[in-house]
């Protein structure tokens, strides 16, 4: 059964460092989605992409944060420079379609910022 | 904004018995979805329930959605230890992103 994956499945880094995460969506997913889960906390919409840009984004996506598929098969978030509340799984997701369909999460990438 | 919201917070039973936990949305939506996260791990996507929908089953699993009440159940029949997890239900508006709420955490007792 076809699944999302994401790389790394951890990511160790320094304050101020760039980190990119990435995922490689299922493969005739149209839409795709990065959410966040800071530890003991709740699952946080970041953004959504579909057609190559942005369709929406939550107010934590700030200018930090930034979402590109620089190829046919990748989808990646680039937080440009790492604060230490930026520590938290971040999930990729894809959905077939958009509005009102199943998204299906990859496995994850912890981030810590030390 | 919209955000689901589970009830109770953490749930233990034996093995082979039912467990439900509930969850409450504040607005309008166009679908309601549970999710299920073993310790650490990724968001498996267990069922989706629309909300022209009232109940849907699959396998051990049963939904109910109450759209007067903005609220929906998701009941686990017959529970085995491998059930342990925490469970999300999570609202779409019909804006592509999904709200998730705070999690279940479940303890099945072998």
């Known amino acids: 059964e076809p699944e999302v994956t994401q790389t790394p499945s951890h990511q160790v880094t320094q304050m101020g460092q760039e980190v990119i995460l990435r995922c490689v969506p299922i493969?005739?997913?149209?839409?795709f989605y990065w959410y966040r889960q800071i530890l003991g906390q709740k699952v946080e919409f970041l953004v959504s992409?579909?057609?190559?840009?942005?369709?929406?984004k939550s107010e934590i996506f700030d200018d930090q944060f930034s979402v590109e598929r620089p190829d046919g098969s990748n989808f990646t978030l680039k937080i440009r420079s790492t604060k230490l509340e930026d520590s938290a799984m971040y999930f990729c997701?894809?959905?077939?379609?958009?509005?009102?369909?199943?998204?299906?999460f990859g496995p994850g990438t912890r981030l810590l910022v030390l | 904004s919209q955000q689901g919201e589970e009830d109770p917070q953490a749930l233990s039973i034996q093995e082979g018995e039912n467990a439900t936990m509930n969850c409450s949305y504040k607005?309008?939506?166009?679908?309601l979805q549970w999710y299920r996260q073993n310790s650490g791990r990724g968001l498996v996507h267990l069922i989706l329930?629309?909300?022209?929908?009232r109940e849907k089953h699959s396998g051990r699993l049963r939904v109910t959605l109450d759209t007067s009440k903005k609220s929906s159940s998701l009941l686990i029949t017959a529970s085995r230890a491998a059930d342990t997890a925490s469970y999300f239900c999570?609202?779409?508006?019909?804006?592509?992103?999904?709200?998730f709420g705070k999690g279940n955490q479940v303890v099945v007792i072998p």
């Open positions: 999570a609202t779409d508006a019909g804006n592509n992103r999904l709200a």
């Open positions: 607005t309008s939506i166009n679908n």
């Open positions: 997701a894809s959905s077939p379609v958009g509005v009102g369909e199943t998204q299906y």
């Open positions: 493969s005739n997913h149209l839409y």
């Open positions: 992409f579909y057609n190559n840009e942005i369709s929406e």
């Open positions: 329930i629309r909300s022209n929908e």
